[in-house]
């Protein structure tokens, strides 16, 4: 018989209740005691589904890596694992261990000032054991990277699914919502599974952290983050009022957590995930309403933020103190003109690092030069694109804490079921965005700048952790995009973009894995990057190519003239080509950007051995000394000394070879006047040296006289990391822009680091010596300057410019007399130095004694037994001021042949030249 209508009406509702209410049971119990609200999608039981997913880490693995498995070590490697001792000489003992324990990322201890205060002890331990397996073979180091890449695929794979599976707590407890929507929702989520997976294990971005064997820190930190978020997320299911093992489970994910951190610092970030996670299940960050934060969660989230705060804490306190980076090395940190530059340059910053993942398809180890400083006056376009992704991100932010509309307990009657379905679509989407930000967000914020400058502009590696979270909202869009336009259409665009990914991610392991192919790639896309030339150089020099190596040294000079490594490199095949005075040259122009004594001491070494091999042995002796002065001890330098000492004994006085240029010294410009006199129309020029004692008068009257220049404090090379380093590029940029006051006090802390910077301590006396232009009363500035030159002369004690420009402020501050009788005391000691008779003669001449002036003048220019360049220099210098004093008694033939005199001592005398020529054309008219 068949049955009623009105009966089957009745069974149907009855099976619609009983099916919601089937559905309710998976996803919510109490929330005082709920022992899951996951609904594991379908594709868990499909074994296509798992075929597929699990060959990704082989193909991760072998396919999109395959070619730098046979690569060497390159970049960062050299300096991280081969020439770390920790690594090439450690074991697994315990006493090497504390030794990991006790030093940075670089094998320097970890309270050392010149340290760069990266600690990631398991890092190193996983690279010990690496060699303590396989050796030194950087196929097993390759190799390991890769495999760990693999496991964080399916790692990925497993995390998104428990995010999918997650629903708010506000939506779960209502009573109403009918289970077909949850269930229609679970069927699209294979397809986010799957291209969230694929896209994270074919990202091009990825080549660095896996390619590059020092970012293993990456790979390995963010393996222990996913194991850490898996197991609190079990925990939040598990947890019961009596629940030991979801306890057990939250404790070690925290450990999980601070394993991370030891392996790369922005490991800790996960317990911000832990945090959100807890926060979603809740209902507070899809903003449902129906918030309901229970004790339990209270208990899970205090925890954790307690392990925060303790590991912060505790390492904060290792580390003594945050490194100073400078502008050089990242951007934003040479930023000083205000507020709003510094925010315009850190929002166009981290749109550039997050359009690396959104468009990967410019590739540098080293983006330095990269980004220039944003502000609204000179770089309007970046200023408003940085102001652009910031307000998206806050946009998306908002959307994501804003409550929606909250879904009744009881339906009304004039409430469509459609309406309920559309509430719970929502919360839930809202729930899974709020984690893909999370995920994007939290890992990047230690390199965003925001709470303190790191040492870069731009790094990939540092977007492979961020990549899980963005490679969720990625595979969020496409499921959006499918529900629009259809699934078919969705699944071949992800085939096509994954396909992309793969070719690029190919062509980029190529490039690691060869090391000429990776830094011509690098100048190509950051061709102002004066570091990636010379690394590219010396790829081209270990191939024997010298043409090309220097090519790539001088293209670096060009965006910074001052880099030390270049000008050596350019000296070293200049001696290889027998051009030794260029390499003299290339030597002392190098010298300007010393900054420690080692690489001064390499520097003055390189310049005597070409004065050898130029037979210039006086100066040779003069370089040696230098050498062994800032590097005492050492053997090959002392070795060189003692022969080139003998060297120029046999060879007398007269024996230096011809004259060459030694270096192309900075000239600071600045307009004259031309004086026109009866006599003659004479150039006004005053060379500017780099010290006060070194300005000659020129033919004008009256004279003109400067406070000290010393030589400037150049950009130090970026031969490292270390605090001293970076506090004094951070004091340089300050200073530049006009802030001395702040910039004294950085040079201050650097001295307190490391005391024996004598360029420092020089350039300290020049900004005090400023200060007291406008308070000289100020007795502390003034005892202050001298405690700085006095200082740089005892590091120093054979350096005459060091000594003079000790002696000369001397007499500026404390009188005539002091500074007088300093270099008179020294001329006792050395009396055929001519610089020191020359700078005795200016001072008198400064301050008005011209007879005592000239008196030293004419002992200087006596010849010396010891006649070195410098002694020659100085004598022109003399016979130019004397030439000048015979202009200014009217007489012009006199002081002719003074100027011609300087001519034949130094022909490369400009001031000299141009008086000279400037009479004999007065004196032709």
Known sequence: MPMPKAQKC?????????????????????????????????????????????????????????????????????????????????????????????NDFWGTPIIDAQSHKSWRPLTIISFVVNRLAFGMDPFSFHLANAIIHGFNVELVRRSVARILALIPAGVSRRQQVSSSVLRDMARTDDLIVLFTTALFATHPMHCEAVSNVTNRAEVLSLFLQLVGFLL????????????????????????ASIAAALCKETGITVIGVFVAYDLVRCGVLPGTRLTVVTRDAWHRISVAVAVLAVFLAIRLRMQIETPV?????????????GFLDRFLTLSYMDWVQFSLLLLPVSFCPDWRGSIPEVSLATEPGRAVVGVLFVAFVAYRALRIITPRAAIPVAQPKDMSTTTTEDCVVSAVAGAREAMGWALTVLPFLPASNLFFYVGFTIAERVTYAPSVGFCLLAGLSLDWFAKQHGRRLAVAFGIGLIAICAGLCIRRDAEWGNEQASWESAVQTCPKNFVSHVLLGNVYEAQGKDDESSKSFSESLKYNDEYLIA??????????????????????????????????????????LAAMELKQWHDAVEYHTIATQHVPG???????????????????????????????????????????????????????????????????????????????????????????????????????????????KLYEKSLKLDDTQVEIHRTSAVILLEHLKARPSDTDARDATLTHLRRASELMPMDTTVFSEYAVTSAKLLGLNTGARMLQERLTAAPENVQLRYELGTLYRDFGDRKMAVEQYQRAVQKVADDTETNKRFRAKTYTNLGVFEYEDGDIDAAIAHFEHAIREDPAHANARKNLEALQQAKAK
């Not at 005082?32 to 990704?56: Q, R």
């Not at 980076?325 to 003109?337: D, I, P, R």
């Not at 000296?571 to 027998?578: D, E, L, N, T, Y």
């Open 567 to 608: 000008h050596l490199n350019i000296g070293r095949i200049q001696m290889r080509r027998r051009q030794f005075s260029d390499a003299k040259r290339s030597f002392l122009l190098a010298s300007r950007s010393c900054d420690t004594a080692h690489t001064c001491g390499i520097v003055y070494n390189a310049a005597g």
């Open 634 to 744: 050492h053997s090959g330098y002392i070795s060189h000394l003692e022969h080139s000492k003998r060297m120029a004994a046999a060879a007398g006085p007269d024996s230096t070879a011809p004259r060459k240029l030694t270096t192309k010294k900075k000239r600071k410009k600045r307009a004259t006047s031309k004086t026109t006199s009866s006599k003659a129309k004479v150039d006004t020029a005053v060379d500017q040296k780099k010290s006060s004692t070194d300005a000659e008068p020129t033919l004008q009257v009256p004279t003109q006289h400067e406070q000290p220049e010393f030589r400037k404090q150049s950009s130090p090379p970026p031969l490292g990391t270390e605090n001293v380093r970076e506090l004094n590029a951070q004091a340089d940029a300050l200073r530049q822009s006009g802030k001395a006051h702040d910039a004294i």
């Open 232 to 255: 609190f997320a079990w925990c939040v299911e598990q947890w019961t009022a009596t629940s030991s093992l979801a306890r057990i489970a939250m404790g070690l994910a925290c450990l």
């Open 325 to 337: 980076w400078y502008g050089t090395t990242n951007t934003a940190a040479g930023v000083t003109t």
């Open 10 to 102: 009745q069974n149907k509702a009855a099976s619609d209740v009983a099916m919601r209410e089937n559905a309710l049971q998976k996803i919510d119990s109490s929330m005082a005691g709920s022992n899951t609200d996951v609904v594991m999608p379908p594709h868990e039981n499909s074994v296509v589904f798992y075929l597929l997913l699990w060959t990704m880490p082989l193909v991760g693995c072998g396919l999109f890596y395959n070619s730098v498995l046979y690569g060497d070590f390159v970049y960062d490697d050299k300096k991280c694992i081969v020439e770390n001792a920790d690594v090439t000489h450690g074991n697994l003992e315990m006493g090497h261990i504390q030794q990991i324990l006790a």
